[in-house]
């Protein structure tokens, strides 16, 4: 998935030569709910809005920053949005835009900062804000190049970022049936001797599904030129990637059980945790203790690697994740690609179709809170329920109105009027199947495919008190 999407020598996101094609839109592959709602992206920035407000109003020290921010359309609505609130506006010192690709970096460039210039710095490009003098924009090409400072605030964004990242496929099979030769011999240049007895396992085992060529004789034209095959035998990471969570371990024993487990993903959200809360010990021992899961009595697998000391005296910021998948199982079989909005198979056309996966957000979750405890995880909710509690419905009855409005107040008479009457139309129209479309419940709907994680500092509950919710998970404002 990464060669295929970020390849130095010519991925999807990353093409070699300079394009004018466009991933996304209607001429694209897929449409983006930032492109078919500017409400979308106004609601993200209310949700920064509000969490920035539950937690006392920091004046000095916050940050945004957003994961694979596509052509910028999220981000610009959201600083659009956080304008309006200049307390908040003067108290982010920077915008980091974790980005990949250098043609969508330049269209993040000109839609976020317009006519000023784009210049090299120490961990990327950095430009100024067409919205603010004040602003910096800066672009790093790895959220590792991003400071982790104990005394900022972040707010972190991922929108339809962790599906791209690579997973890895297993399948749980049966043991061999047939017992090993009791007098095998091997040949070697010296002579046969006798095979060391070899054990055959006693319980399933996972094996690895890996992206192979086809074979000359099977390969029809027209078709791909690679398919996934199962393993013959246990791969390193087959041995180590399905035993690092009991939930994983639960399927092991029922046989032609597929999972797909994100090492990537577990990564970037214990990096968000630990930007949060800090990778502070629970216990005051001198070192962060990596947490780990007995699979015999002599053999303990880590369940994720140790983080490096971090400490964070006061958790602050929050991170909300917002992709497609499962609210609560394991993704199995999701593997896929997209070309021009039909899906297809993802090994048609390597670097010119994009591929994804489902997420696991039960996953996301699980490491964010084993790599911080100053951090607490809400959710999965579902798209619609997310953006019905932020009030899209209300928004979107707000810009009507303010069509409306503009075209009662400038209406005169003869063809004039017509065509302000025609373009009032378009507008209802688009704001209206905008919004439904983004809280649409019907099987394929955007609404119940899409899910919505939050991350935010942990706050131990006192005697007869109740844990504050976040806005959008059953929480509310808090001035």
């Not at 466009?22 to 979308?40: A, L, M, N, W």
């Not at 804000?129 to 991003?146: G, M, Q, Y």
């Not at 994680?453 to 008190?465: I, N, T």
């Amino acid at each position: 998935m990464r060669q295929c999407l970020t390849s130095d020598l010519g991925g999807y996101y990353t093409p070699n030569t300079a394009s004018d094609r466009d991933q996304f839109g209607t001429k694209g592959d897929f449409v983006t709910s930032p492109e078919i709602s500017q409400i979308f992206g106004e609601l993200i920035g209310v949700w920064v809005v509000a969490e920035w407000m539950a937690q006392g109003k920091k004046g000095e020290g916050v940050y945004l920053m957003e994961v694979g921010p596509g052509r910028g359309t999220l981000m610009d609505d959201m600083l659009r949005t956080i304008r309006n609130f200049p307390a908040l506006a003067k108290a982010i010192e920077a915008v980091y835009m974790v980005e990949a690709s250098r043609n969508l970096r330049e269209a993040q460039h000109k839609l976020l900062c317009g006519e000023n210039p784009l210049t090299e710095n120490r961990i990327g490009y950095g430009s100024v804000s067409r919205h603010s003098p004040d602003l910096k924009i800066i672009w790093a090409e790895d959220v590792r190049f991003v400071p982790r400072e104990a005394d900022k605030t972040p707010f972190i964004i991922a929108h339809e970022f962790f599906d791209a990242l690579p997973v890895h496929v297993f399948q749980s099979v049966a043991p061999a049936s047939q017992k090993a030769p009791a007098d095998a011999t091997i040949n070697t240049p010296t002579g046969p001797i006798k095979a060391p007895p070899r054990r055959l396992p006693q319980g399933n085992q996972w094996r690895e599904l890996v992206v192979s060529p086809v074979p000359p004789h099977r390969l029809k034209p027209e078709e791909p030129e690679f398919e996934l095959t199962m393993a013959k035998s246990a791969t390193p990471h087959s041995m180590y990637l399905p035993e690092t969570s009991s939930r994983y371990q639960a399927l092991k024993s029922t046989e032609g059980a597929t999972i797909e487990i994100s090492p990537e993903s577990q990564a970037f959200a214990r990096d968000f945790a630990i930007r949060l809360g800090g990778a502070n010990p629970s216990s005051p021992t001198p070192a962060k203790q990596t947490p780990t899961t007995t699979t015999s009595k002599s053999h303990q697998i880590p369940s994720s690697p140790a983080e490096v000391l971090y400490h964070k005296p006061v958790p602050s910021g929050a991170a909300l994740i917002i992709d497609y998948g499962p609210p609560a199982i394991i993704p199995a079989n999701s593997l896929r690609g997209i070309k021009s909005h039909v899906r297809v198979s993802p090994f048609l056309s390597p670097g010119t179709t994009d591929v994804s996966a489902n997420v696991d957000f039960i996953s996301l979750a699980e490491n964010a809170i084993n790599a911080s405890p100053g951090v607490e995880v809400h959710g999965p909710v579902s798209q619609a329920l997310f953006l019905r509690a932020m009030g899209i419905q209300e928004r979107a009855a707000q810009l009507v109105k303010g069509a409306v409005d503009r075209e009662r107040g400038g209406s005169g008479g003869g063809v004039g009027a017509e065509r302000d009457k025609g373009e009032l139309t378009e507008i209802v129209k688009r704001v209206e199947s905008g919004w439904r479309r983004l809280v649409d419940l019907s099987p394929q709907g955007m609404g119940g495919l899409y899910q919505v994680l939050a991350f935010v500092p942990f706050r131990p509950v006192g005697s007869g008190e109740v844990r504050r919710r976040p806005v959008g998970f059953g929480g509310d404002v808090r001035l």
